[in-house]
């Protein structure tokens, strides 16, 4: 058992220096861009430039409406599978686990084939619909996260009881769906939001196939242009996820510990 | 206790005539309506129609012309180096992660190193794409730490034959989010082990040989060779990081696809979608696999 415990030390300090080298290595490299000394100059000059700060900007709203397209489209599905459509549960995961399987790139060659300035629905004749084609491609993307997250909410709360009392009390589908199941579902829909707004802000094949001034795109230009930005490009990108997943697991936290399971 | 089986909803089920859910039937469905369009115009349809124009010529009759021009030396090359990064990439992400997974939870470490372990994998496993080519560069590009470092100490990785924008620098690369994927899936299998067995194999007198040859590895296994199917198709779908990494010096078959979408580059549409039908092809195949054994998995984990 004793031998066992040293090769767990040893493969757990080994996966450690894989992961972390090239984030010290990457770290180290922005760092250089001024001769001969450290300093957060690459930073200075990649938060400085404007389009940085555009492109960031527009990743930030594209994943603001990603993740109320999300909610708008998952919730209420999750929801009515749960009470009422159970039978359909098998199907709706199947679909929502789709773009896992088909490749990010195949689903916007479709978009773009399909939605054609030319076809019956024409998004990408002007910039507002290739703007929201952009938006429904990344809730496309976020689909399987977001359904996961929600439907494990709901796994923690009596869907059926719940909506039951307030049918008694006279509310309608949109009231038990805004102001009963939301508000407890909040924390799983909060834990999906963040992991949508990780997939967005550095998304880069759907974003450049469309020709949207996205971050994603942005970075890759960069990458390569320059030297030492990218790196403190990488850094942002590494702290934004980072954070996005702390503020999940922080979360977590606080989520209902399923008291009532209804089935 | 009559009151709890009263709202129980089995009771509510039951106080509903036959006729009355017939009637529901059209107002059901009405719930899962939006879903089910949104499915339908933005991940079936658009994927259908590139299916559907894999077996088109351009002006729309069928033939298997462009599924036989997939034989093209470049197209077979692209698909090959592909399936080989995939391969290397899931088969060595999912042993790595196997063992980073029963060291955390089995290996008798403290705590601390599981959480850590669990929370940092769930980030890297989301870092992907461009910004993970950019920490590869800064590492073992030509100028990068690693790269430096190991020189300095006399072991020239590029005279060695190794190269960043080569299929091992891309494997390297891909092991990245591909590790803490597997971590971040095969841990609660690993959790699911009962203690119970292993003491029922003790008393039995199995040695430690045996409890792991037949139980373990019996149990684990088809949740390993699940994850390791989701790797593959994970790896296999990725652009970013390798058109970061490589431009376009690397073709795996995503980059000629975006080569195609962006510049018409063989000249051809149709042959387009046969690329893109070879991919989703590849990854459904994979998944029909994945699919087969997360059912037989998830007999053993309740």
């Given at each position: 058992?004793?031998?066992?415990?040293?090769?767990?030390?040893?493969?757990?300090?080994?996966?450690?220096?894989?992961?972390?080298?090239?984030?010290?290595?990457?770290?180290?490299?922005?760092?250089?861009?001024?001769?001969?000394?450290?300093?957060?100059?690459?930073?200075?000059?990649?938060?400085?430039?404007?389009?940085?700060?555009?492109?960031?900007?527009?990743?930030?709203?594209?994943?603001?409406?990603?993740i109320i397209l999300g909610v708008l489209l998952v919730v209420p599905t999750a929801y009515w599978i749960r009470l009422r459509l159970p039978q359909l549960r098998p199907v709706v995961e199947f679909v929502t686990l789709l773009p896992l399987v088909i490749p990010a790139i195949v689903i916007v060659f479709g978009y773009i084939r399909m939605y054609g300035s030319s076809s019956p629905l024409p998004f990408l004749a002007s910039g507002f619909g290739t703007n929201a084609l952009l938006v429904i491609g990344y809730a496309t993307l976020a689909l399987p996260y977001m359904y996961r997250a929600v439907d494990t909410g709901l796994r923690t709360i009596d869907v059926r009881t719940l909506t039951e009392a307030a049918q008694i009390l006279?509310?309608?589908?949109?009231?038990?769906?805004?102001?009963?199941?939301l508000p407890n579902v909040l924390i799983a829909v909060l834990s999906g939001a963040f992991l949508t707004f990780a997939i967005v802000i550095g998304e880069f094949t759907?974003?450049?196939?469309?020709?949207?001034?996205?971050?994603?795109?942005?970075?890759?230009?960069?990458?390569?242009?320059?030297?030492?930005?990218?790196?403190?490009?990488?850094?942002?990108?590494?702290?934004?996820?980072?954070?996005?997943?702390?503020?999940?697991?922080?979360?977590?936290?606080?989520?209902?510990?399923?008291?009532?399971?209804?089935? | 206790m009559t009151d709890i089986s009263l709202s129980g909803p089995s009771a509510a089920d039951r106080t509903i005539p036959p006729a009355a859910r017939a009637m529901r039937?059209?107002?059901q469905w009405l719930g899962v309506?939006?879903?089910?369009?949104?499915?339908?115009?933005?991940?079936?349809?658009?994927?259908?129609?590139?299916?559907?124009?894999?077996?088109?010529?351009?002006?729309?009759?069928?033939?298997?012309?462009?599924?036989?021009?997939?034989?093209?030396?470049?197209?077979?090359a692209a698909y090959w180096i592909s399936i080989k990064v995939s391969v290397a990439s899931s088969l060595l992400g999912a042993f790595?992660?196997?063992?980073?997974?029963?060291?955390?939870?089995?290996?008798?470490?403290?705590?601390?190193?599981?959480?850590?372990?669990?929370?940092?994998?769930?980030?890297?496993?989301?870092?992907?794409?461009?910004?993970?080519?950019?920490?590869?560069?800064?590492t073992l590009g030509?100028?990068?730490?690693?790269?430096?470092?190991?020189?300095?100490?006399?072991?020239?990785?590029?005279?060695?034959?190794?190269?960043?924008?080569?299929f091992w620098g891309l494997t390297l690369t891909y092991l990245y989010f591909q590790i803490p994927l597997m971590v971040v899936i095969i841990v609660p299998a690993i959790d699911g082990l009962k203690k119970e067995w292993g003491e029922a194999a003790a008393t039995l007198g199995a040695t430690q040989w045996q409890y792991w040859r037949m139980v373990v590895i019996p149990v684990l296994w088809p949740s390993f060779l699940g994850t390791f199917i989701l790797l593959f198709a994970n790896a296999f779908g990725a652009i970013a990081t390798a058109y970061a990494l490589t431009g376009s010096s690397l073709n795996i078959v995503p980059i000629v696809l975006y080569a195609q979408i962006r510049g018409d580059v063989l000249h051809n549409a149709n042959l387009g979608y046969a690329i893109a039908f070879g991919m989703i092809f590849i990854t459904g195949l994979a998944n029909v696999f994945y699919i087969w054994f997360?059912?037989?998995?998830e007999r053993w984990l309740k």
């Amino acid at each position: 058992m004793k031998s066992g415990k040293f090769w767990a030390w040893v493969t757990f300090i080994l996966g450690a220096a894989y992961f972390f080298i090239p984030l010290i290595a990457t770290l180290e490299f922005s760092m250089r861009m001024k001769r001969g000394e450290y300093s957060f100059e690459a930073y200075r000059v990649v938060l400085g430039d404007a389009r940085f700060q555009e492109s960031f900007t527009f990743s930030v709203v594209a994943a603001i409406f990603t993740i109320i397209l999300g909610v708008l489209l998952v919730v209420p599905t999750a929801y009515w599978i749960r009470l009422r459509l159970p039978q359909l549960r098998p199907v709706v995961e199947f679909v929502t686990l789709l773009p896992l399987v088909i490749p990010a790139i195949v689903i916007v060659f479709g978009y773009i084939r399909m939605y054609g300035s030319s076809s019956p629905l024409p998004f990408l004749a002007s910039g507002f619909g290739t703007n929201a084609l952009l938006v429904i491609g990344y809730a496309t993307l976020a689909l399987p996260y977001m359904y996961r997250a929600v439907d494990t909410g709901l796994r923690t709360i009596d869907v059926r009881t719940l909506t039951e009392a307030a049918q008694i009390l006279g509310a309608g589908w949109t009231t038990i769906i805004g102001r009963v199941i939301l508000p407890n579902v909040l924390i799983a829909v909060l834990s999906g939001a963040f992991l949508t707004f990780a997939i967005v802000i550095g998304e880069f094949t759907v974003a450049s196939l469309l020709n949207r001034p996205a971050f994603g795109p942005y970075l890759q230009n960069m990458g390569a242009n320059r030297a030492y930005e990218p790196a403190a490009l990488a850094i942002i990108a590494f702290a934004i996820t980072w954070g996005c997943m702390s503020l999940i697991q922080v979360l977590s936290r606080f989520a209902p510990k399923s008291a009532n399971r209804p089935n | 206790m009559t009151d709890i089986s009263l709202s129980g909803p089995s009771a509510a089920d039951r106080t509903i005539p036959p006729a009355a859910r017939a009637m529901r039937l059209p107002t059901q469905w009405l719930g899962v309506a939006p879903f089910i369009i949104f499915a339908l115009m933005f991940l079936i349809l658009p994927t259908l129609y590139l299916i559907i124009g894999a077996f088109q010529n351009a002006d729309g009759a069928f033939t298997l012309q462009n599924i036989a021009d997939l034989a093209q030396p470049t197209i077979v090359a692209a698909y090959w180096i592909s399936i080989k990064v995939s391969v290397a990439s899931s088969l060595l992400g999912a042993f790595i992660g196997l063992a980073i997974a029963i060291a955390i939870v089995r290996g008798g470490l403290p705590n601390w190193t599981r959480s850590a372990a669990l929370t940092f994998s769930g980030v890297a496993s989301q870092f992907a794409g461009v910004p993970l080519a950019f920490a590869f560069l800064a590492t073992l590009g030509r100028l990068g730490l690693l790269t430096v470092l190991l020189r300095s100490i006399g072991f020239d990785l590029y005279q060695h034959g190794f190269n960043v924008l080569s299929f091992w620098g891309l494997t390297l690369t891909y092991l990245y989010f591909q590790i803490p994927l597997m971590v971040v899936i095969i841990v609660p299998a690993i959790d699911g082990l009962k203690k119970e067995w292993g003491e029922a194999a003790a008393t039995l007198g199995a040695t430690q040989w045996q409890y792991w040859r037949m139980v373990v590895i019996p149990v684990l296994w088809p949740s390993f060779l699940g994850t390791f199917i989701l790797l593959f198709a994970n790896a296999f779908g990725a652009i970013a990081t390798a058109y970061a990494l490589t431009g376009s010096s690397l073709n795996i078959v995503p980059i000629v696809l975006y080569a195609q979408i962006r510049g018409d580059v063989l000249h051809n549409a149709n042959l387009g979608y046969a690329i893109a039908f070879g991919m989703i092809f590849i990854t459904g195949l994979a998944n029909v696999f994945y699919i087969w054994f997360r059912t037989r998995s998830e007999r053993w984990l309740k």
